[in-house]
């Protein structure tokens, strides 16, 4: 999805954050794990991870779960994001 809009259509980072929290606004989508997702938002407008990287990161945080991942930044931003 992340890069169909930033390649593609040429949106930028924050053009993508604006349209999916209006389309979670309207509430004609259901999104599981609502709450995982904004906070994975959060993540991504903080950090040049790709949306999926911040999405798994928020549900470790949020169940306490062992994050590994060969992506270097996105380690460190979890080890970051679990101590802070």
Known sequence: MQWVFLKFYKLSRQ????????LI??????IENLPTF??????????TLDLEDCYFIQTALQNKYIFT???KQAQKVFEKLKIG
């Open 69 to 71: 991942s060969f992506d």
């Open 15 to 22: 053009q993508l954050v604006f349209s999916i929290e209006s």
């Open 25 to 30: 606004k309207m509430n004609i989508f259901r």
């Open 38 to 47: 904004v906070n994975c938002l959060e993540i991504y407008k903080d950090y």
